[in-house]
């Protein structure tokens, strides 16, 4: 299995555009969870699916920030406008929850962008 | 506030060394607990995971245990090499479904 696939790796951008960000759940998982990553507050969820649905996004910090999960196989995350605090590493990650298990989750290596 | 910190931030030894990092958190109403590994430039590698009714699990040269009621666990690496040197996080799930991760340790191990 290829792992959780995210793109692009490394996204530089300047403030006022817009940026789409990409991930690739490992097939079967029927859970996919976004998370930012920065120095200051560490690893923070975002957003989370269960079978394509968005079951909570309370960590999605401002409106400029939205997820699609359009089928079983793919998501996007999308920040319109960019902000230089938007600077981060985005990671997503899926697990397979069967019968309620909280399982592992597994995670891609990442997206890094800057915002200028 | 559902908090996870880890003790020390950093963690610099020689090869060969038994080590001990560092999780506490705040809220003991946890549903598993998790030491993850993170390499830079990469993801997080799951290491060990411990559902709340354990008290520890084990996986070749790394141990890590969970006690609940003072709410802590540590991650115990045997012997380290310098091919262990990484960032460790700890993460705690809750019934939210949300893991709630600590700031992470930063291990290098010298030859």
């Known amino acids: 299995d290829a792992g959780v696939i995210q793109s692009p790796r490394h996204e530089v951008t300047e403030m006022g555009q817009e940026v789409t960000l990409r991930c690739k759940p490992i097939?079967?998982?029927?859970?996919l969870f976004w998370y930012r990553q920065t120095m200051m507050r560490g690893l923070e969820l975002l957003i989370y699916f269960n079978n394509n649905v968005p079951i909570d996004d309370s960590g999605m910090p401002e409106d400029r920030f939205s997820a699609k999960m359009p089928n079983a196989s793919f998501s996007t995350l999308k920040i319109q406008p960019s902000e230089p605090r938007d600077s981060a590493v985005y990671l997503c990650?899926?697990?397979?929850?069967?019968?309620?298990?909280?399982?592992?989750?597994?995670f891609g290596p990442g997206t890094r962008l800057t915002v200028l | 506030k559902q908090e996870v910190t880890q003790i020390p931030a950093a963690l610099s030894v020689p090869e060969g060394e038994n080590l001990v990092l560092n999780c506490s958190f705040t809220d003991s109403a946890i549903y598993n607990l998790q030491w993850f590994r993170q390499d830079p430039g990469k993801g997080l590698t799951s290491l060990l995971l411990?559902?709340?009714?354990?008290r520890e699990q084990t996986s070749g040269r790394l141990n890590a245990s969970l006690d609940k009621s003072s709410g802590r666990s540590t991650l115990y690496i045997a012997a380290s090499q310098p091919g262990d040197s990484a960032t460790y996080l700890c993460?705690?799930?809750?019934?939210?479904?949300?893991?709630?991760f600590g700031t992470g340790t930063r291990l290098q191990v010298f030859p």
């Open positions: 097939s079967g998982h029927n859970s």
């Open positions: 993460a705690v799930l809750y019934n939210t479904d949300k893991l709630i």
């Open positions: 411990i559902q709340s009714s354990q």
């Open positions: 990650a899926s697990r397979l929850a069967l019968g309620g298990g909280r399982d592992t989750q597994y």
